[in-house]
T-cell receptor, first 111, second 112 residues
């Protein structure tokens, strides 16, 4: 079945450093979504990418969808302590397929 | 608009019992999905409903079932509870299929 792999599992950074998490699917995705879950909280939707090669920015966050629509990345520039949490990617194999989540990257930021 | 609500928030059950969890989606949202979250397995998809019809189902045993009502509210039921069913059960609603998911706070189920 469809699998979505996410690396790294954990990332510890110093405040101000950059951070990137990568997501790879075993099959072509119709779209990919990114979520953030703060400690003790629930996942919160960040963005959805649909087009091959798409790049979207939200302030210090940059999201990319690969040309083959099988991989994606989230890059945070100059991390802040408010960025702490677990970042999940989630992809659908087809428009009606299951939404499969990666296992997430847990980001900790040292002030 | 009010967010997704889930009841109860916490639940302790004994092995062999059954449990019903409830989810009220954001007003106007017709799709509801359920996920199980554990430290080891992460977020695993259980099922997805749209307009009272189950559209997708994850790879869980038949002990896990769900339904959606005409007002889009949804329930999931787990019968014959096992220790491994201890998890955070998250409900998410979206306007349609496919769509961005708005998660509720979850129900923390502990099976002893």
């Amino acid at each position: 079945g469809q699998q979505v792999m996410q690396i790294p599992q954990y990332q510890h950074v110093q405040e101000g450093e950059d951070f990137t998490t990568y997501c790879n699917s075993s099959t072509t995705l119709s779209n990919i979504q990114w979520y953030k879950q703060r400690p003790g909280g629930h996942p919160v939707f960040l963005i959805q990418l649909v087009k091959s090669g798409e790049v979207k920015k939200q302030k210090r966050l940059t999201f990319q969808f690969g040309e083959a629509k099988k991989n994606s990345s989230l890059h945070i520039t100059a991390t802040q302590t408010t960025d702490v949490g677990t970042y999940f990617c989630a992809g659908r194999g087809g428009s009606q397929g299951n939404l499969i989540f990666g296992k997430g990257t847990k980001l900790s930021v040292k002030p | 608009k009010a967010g997704v609500t889930q009841t109860p928030r916490y639940l302790i059950k004994t092995r062999g019992q059954q449990v019903t969890l409830s989810c009220s989606p954001i007003s106007g949202h017709r799709s509801v999905s359920w996920y199980q979250q554990t430290p080891g397995q992460g977020l695993q998809f259980l099922f997805e409903y749209f307009s009272e019809t189950q559209r997708n189902k994850g790879n869980f045993p038949g002990r896990f079932s769900g339904r959606q009502f005409s007002n889009s509210r949804s329930e999931m039921n787990v019968s014959t509870l096992e220790l491994g069913d201890s998890a955070l059960y998250l409900c998410a609603s979206s306007l349609g299929l496919p769509g961005e998911q708005y998660f509720g706070p979850g129900t923390r189920l502990t099976v002893t």
